[in-house]
């Protein structure tokens, strides 16, 4: 299982990736513009420090824009992966950028018809947004089950990255379903760590060895 990091902090990404846990980068709008820096400036800082790939989001709306945005975004490092909206104009520029073999990551996926869409256009990687769906008090993983069975019946070569993920439960049930890859928030990522029984384990070995004799 792949982990991507779910932001676009360079100090989250630069501790995560001592630890071994970044296989690749998912950035969007909202987390970009919590940087406070220029949008350029943090998408190469990132793809300087992260050897995978890195989504970054083209804004447009229609499929002639976005194909020259996603063109403008690949130049910026070989490593990007260009975040496409899940519209049919958006397929169309998913269809059209990989034949160009630029790879793509089509977003704000929320159901199972829309990303076997986003299969048939030829996309990278899909990203179902299992997060906001329980927000909306749907069972977000049931649609992450729905798209593995679909790559599975058909041989569809789209790997689907689990996205919008708030817990580690989440995390936990796209590993056990054999997701390919989940984008993980540094603070999840933490969290996936901890259990009190090991603290307390720690804690009791810690004390213990104070009793014994040292010579
Ligand atoms: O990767 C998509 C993710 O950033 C969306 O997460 O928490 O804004 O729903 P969230």
Known sequence: ???????????????????GLVDGVTTNPTL????????????????????GPVSVEAVSMTA?????????????????VVKIPMTLDGMVAVRQLEQEGIKTNVTLVFSPNQALLAMKAGASYISPFVGRLDDAAHEGMDMVADCLEIIENYGFTSE????????????????RMGAHIATIPYKVMVQLS?????????ERFLSDWEKVPKT
């Open 64 to 80: 002639d824009e976005l194909i020259p945005e996603a063109r403008k975004l690949s130049k910026i490092h070989p490593n990007v």
């Open 160 to 175: 689907i990255i689990v996205a919008s993920i708030r817990h580690p439960l989440h995390v936990l049930t796209a590993a």
């Open 32 to 51: 970009v513009s919590r940087e406070n820096r220029p949008f350029l400036d943090v998408i190469r800082d990132i793809c300087e420090v992260v050897d």
């Open 1 to 19: 299982m792949k982990f991507f990091i779910d932001t676009a902090n360079i100090e989250e990404i630069k501790k995560a990736t001592r630890m």
């Open 194 to 202: 901890k259990h009190p029984l090991t603290d307390v384990g720690i």
